[in-house]
């Protein structure tokens, strides 16, 4: 079995739990990510770790700073002591993309992969599910034939697309730029149903573009939210940095053409990744920086303590000696009555 029978396999296990389509893509991103929850934690937990050794990495970059090679050694040597992947940002954001890329075939063409024949279809034509025809499989594929959401899209496949009022098999880009009239006529009827249920026009692809813009913008704030917990001095922070303004157009322009279902995939990852990094940096916020305590704790051994009087300071008179300091100035009144008598 592939990677496209394993999305299709599992879309068919979610679309049996819960009859829409939408729901089962919902219920898969939330299955990803609860896989890649260890790793998630391990990343924030390599990010304070990255956080409390700036002081020795600034060091190392100090004293090695003609000498790059050596400064690179010495500086993976420290990561690798203390359990750091500077670019262990990047790991749960990269393994997104062979789920990404396996849902868009599947969602493009879900019955390819549940045990139907592809039919050839004129290019630019989307190929409709009933123009597939079931090959003759067994084992787990036989299963997949026969499941509840290969009937459904042999049977009314517009409905079964349909979520919140979007068809999850339309692409913004292909609403803006409709096939043309000779090539809707080159299709099959159940095709043209379903790529003309698309609509075409600016009025109907403004959904498609407000998704594709959420999806965009909720992936820029979610790289700025790793950011705001590093320095951003830091080489490796400068790294992301240029990674979260290029990630969200690139993916914007990978989502103008992407099934709409695709889209919905990633919009949830965001929203899911956005959640769980909140709660997991409010559970555990960053470290202060080593070199920080030991600064604050040299600053208070240096304080004078309250009421304690300067080194060197006169000190001021107290009990009996204070009293008979006193009394051995007489008052001015006294040498008035002297005077008198």
């Known amino acids: 079995m592939g990677l496209f029978e394993i999305f299709s396999s599992a879309l068919t296990g979610f679309y049996a739990l819960v009859p829409s389509l939408g729901l089962a893509i919902m219920l898969l991103t939330v299955a990803v990510r609860l896989i890649l929850l260890p790793l998630s934690i391990k990343q924030t937990r390599s990010m304070r770790e990255m956080q409390r050794i700036q002081p020795?990495?600034?060091?190392?970059?100090?004293?090695?700073?003609?000498?790059?090679?050596?400064?690179?050694?010495?500086?993976?040597?420290?990561?690798?002591?203390h359990g750091v992947n500077p670019f262990g940002g990047c790991a749960p954001l990269l393994?997104?993309?062979?789920?990404?890329?396996?849902?868009?075939?599947?969602?493009?063409?879900?019955l390819a992969y549940m045990g139907f024949q592809s039919p050839q279809v004129p290019s630019g034509v989307t190929p409709a599910p009933?123009?597939?025809?079931?090959?003759?499989?067994?084992?787990?594929?036989?299963?997949?034939?026969?499941?509840?959401?290969?009937?459904?899209?042999?049977?009314?496949?517009?409905?079964?697309?349909?979520?919140?009022?979007?068809?999850l098999s339309c692409s913004a880009n292909g609403i803006l730029r409709p096939p043309?009239?000779?090539?809707?006529q080159q299709a099959s009827s159940a095709s043209r149903e379903l790529m003309e249920s698309c609509g075409s026009g600016l009025v109907p692809a403004l959904p498609y573009l407000l998704l594709v813009l959420l999806m965009g913008f909720t992936t820029w704030y979610q790289q700025k939210q790793m950011q705001a917990t590093q320095d951003p001095k830091n080489p490796q922070a400068a790294q992301m940095q240029m990674l979260a303004r290029i990630?969200?157009?690139?993916?914007?322009?990978?989502?103008?053409t992407f099934p709409t279902g695709v889209v919905l995939y990633w919009?949830?990852?965001?929203?899911?990744?956005?959640?769980?990094?909140r709660l997991m940096l409010h559970a555990a916020p960053p470290l202060p920086a080593a070199g920080v305590n030991s600064a604050r704790a040299s600053t208070s051994a240096t304080?004078?303590?309250?009421?304690?009087?300067?080194?060197?300071?006169?000190?001021?008179?107290?009990?009996?000696?204070?009293?008979?300091?006193?009394?051995?100035?007489p008052h001015p009144s006294s040498k008035k009555k002297r005077k008198r008598r």
């Open 267 to 277: 919009l949830v990852t965001n929203l899911w990744t956005i959640g769980q990094q």
């Open 95 to 110: 393994l997104q993309f062979p789920v990404l890329i396996g849902l868009f075939y599947v969602i493009r063409a879900p």
């Open 247 to 256: 990630m969200p157009i690139m993916l914007m322009v990978f989502a103008f």
């Open 56 to 81: 020795e990495v600034k060091k190392l970059q100090q004293k090695h700073k003609g000498d790059r090679q050596k400064m690179n050694e010495e500086l993976m040597a420290l990561y690798k002591e």
């Open 303 to 329: 304080k004078p303590e309250t009421g304690k009087p300067p080194k060197g300071a006169p000190s001021k008179p107290s009990g009996e000696g204070a009293e008979s300091g006193a009394k051995s100035k």
């Open 130 to 167: 009933a123009d597939f025809q079931p090959r003759d499989v067994g084992g787990f594929l036989d299963t997949l034939q026969s499941s509840a959401l290969a009937r459904d899209l042999m049977d009314h496949a517009v409905r079964t697309f349909d979520f919140l009022g979007l068809n």
């Open 180 to 184: 043309s009239e000779s090539t809707l």
